[in-house]
């Protein structure tokens, strides 16, 4: 007799209320930052409607039965729909600080890189859930890549090298996941350094090779490309134990930090909060992944447990990224923090991807175990 067990309501879910509670408690210490009684209203004005949308869109998506993405034909769809749309940023829209990376209608702005990733996440679990006994075969390395290959592609020509290295790093995590052998391993690195060998030499543009050599050397030029790293380490060493306090940043509020409520937020957040207020938002993330894990430790198919860890693996990604940018580790690139940069759209994505996990753990403990078997192991 197959085994099914109930759905449980939304408010019995222990496990569902922390996803939503450390988002708003992260997007929350993110707003303090960006000055919400001074100059940085306009933007903590705006984040905070963004934030009550992505509240908005995490409930309806986890009050719903998410199961129909696990379906390929829905996949597909949206696949093909990302495609297009990125491809369209290379002819309709503007180019902003060098790069046609978002769609502007009026006061919104929408970045097709972010729902985007939700979608490449749910092609690369589809596709490791069917096949995930075969992983041993190089063959399906090379699809997965192929697949991810191309909005990767199509992200770097607008250009956006920061969105194009995580997207990248998902979907390495993910195969690395799935249990590729150390041989296939191995041919990915190879393959990754040739790739950003040519990238080096015939894909960056000119300011992203100095940003890269910068990094190198950040005291070659302070004054040039090196300025914005360097401004974010003197911002987060500042602060100390304690911080300057909540709107006193002199980095940030007298903008020698560029974009501070963005790019540069978590070297803000240093300046003003100290080293006890680090430990605190980091504190949080760590709360954070050790739930998405968990939830996918016990999700009751392959495709949740692969998707759950695709959204893990994404916020991971950009937080490490950008705190690693932030702290002059890593070359800057212009990458966000999640919940916690200013943006409503990938704020709005991450509640979602959130809301989407939540509803793949509630719905799934209804599937009957065969069924689960045959349907995502098999087709």
Do not use: C
Not at 149 to 173: E, H, K, N, R
């Amino acid at each position: 007799m197959n085994e099914i067990v109930r759905s449980r309501p939304f408010f019995a879910v222990r496990e569902f209320w922390p996803l939503l509670a450390i988002g708003v408690a992260i997007s929350l210490l993110g707003i303090l930052t960006m000055d919400p009684f001074g100059e940085g209203s306009g933007f903590a004005e705006h984040q905070l409607m963004s934030l009550a949308v992505g509240i908005g869109a995490f409930f309806v998506l986890s009050t719903i039965d998410m199961q129909f993405i696990r379906r390929a034909p829905v996949i597909v769809v949206g696949y093909i729909g990302a495609l297009l749309l990125l491809a369209a940023l290379l002819v309709f829209a503007p180019t902003v600080m060098g790069a046609k990376s978002w769609f502007s209608l009026g006061p919104i702005s929408l970045q097709p890189a972010d729902p985007a990733k939700i979608i490449f996440i749910a092609v690369i679990a589809k596709y490791f859930s069917r096949r995930h006994t075969q992983i041993g075969q190089f063959w399906h390395v090379i699809v997965s890549g192929a697949y991810a290959g191309a909005m990767i592609l199509l992200i770097l020509v607008q250009p956006d090298l920061g969105t194009a290295a995580i997207f990248s790093f998902v979907w390495f995590g993910m195969i690395l996941v799935s249990g590729i052998p150390m041989r296939h391993l191995i041919a990915v690195g190879l393959a990754g350094l040739t790739v950003a060998s040519g990238l080096w030499f015939f894909g960056l543009r000119e300011y992203q090779r100095d940003r890269i050599l910068s990094f190198v050397n950040p005291a070659a030029d302070p004054t040039g490309a090196g300025y914005n790293a360097y401004q974010a380490v003197v911002a987060a060493g500042s602060g100390e134990v304690f911080g300057k306090g909540i709107g006193y940043g002199t980095q940030s509020k007298l903008r020698f930090l560029p974009e501070y409520q963005s790019d540069f937020i978590f070297a803000s957040f240093a300046e003003e909060w100290g080293f006890v207020g680090v430990v605190l938002v980091l504190a949080l993330y760590a709360l954070l992944f050790f739930l998405l894990i968990r939830i996918a430790q016990r999700s009751a198919t392959n495709f949740d447990a692969l998707f759950t860890i695709g959204v893990t693996l994404l916020l991971m990604s950009h937080m490490l990224v950008h705190v690693g940018i932030n702290l002059g580790l890593l070359p800057v690139t212009g990458t966000t923090t999640p919940f916690m940069s200013y943006g409503g759209s990938h704020l709005v994505v991450e509640f979602a991807a959130l809301g989407i996990v939540a509803s793949l753990a509630r719905y799934g403990r209804s599937v009957p175990r065969t069924q689960a078997g045959q349907e995502y192991l098999g087709g």
